[in-house]
Nanobody
Framework: VQLQASGGGLVQAGGSLRLSCAAS????????MGWYRQAPGKEREFVAT???????DYADSVKGRFTISMDNAKNTVYLQMNSLKPEDTAVYYC??????????????WGQGTQVTVSS
């Protein structure tokens, strides 16, 4: 399974970015997809997650500013990030919780995409 993330970049504080992450390969069904981030010198932290049924969860630090969504047909998760702050600067990683075609559950991580918010 491959997870291809895109959409990162450099933006000024208060700006917006939209991240995408597409899963492909040995997939029977996806149970959930999510985003995590890791800032320099810090642990990787949870950002948001969404189930295939549409249930969402957000870190307190991004509630009201970030929106996660998923296109089940495309096995793609999106993260709309508004009102960005310098403290949102990090490498953003997507992950997925899926069932493969042999009906085994797996979790996978994408390669990460850099988001930099300037003040």
């Amino acid at each position: 399974v491959q997870l291809q993330a895109s959409g990162g970049g450099l933006v000024q504080a208060g700006g917006s970015l939209r991240l995408s992450c597409a899963a492909s390969g040995n997939i029977f069904t996806i149970n959930a997809m999510g985003w995590y981030r890791q800032a320099p010198g810090k642990e990787r932290e949870f950002v948001a997650t969404i189930t295939s049924g549409g249930s969402t969860d957000y870190a307190d630090s991004v509630k009201g500013r970030f929106t996660i969504s998923m296109d089940n047909a495309k096995n793609t998760v999106y993260l709309q990030m508004n009102s960005l702050k310098p403290e949102d600067t990090a490498v953003y990683y997507c992950n997925t919780d899926l069932i493969n075609r042999s009906y085994y559950p797996y979790k996978y991580w994408g390669q990460g995409t850099q988001v930099t918010v300037s003040s």
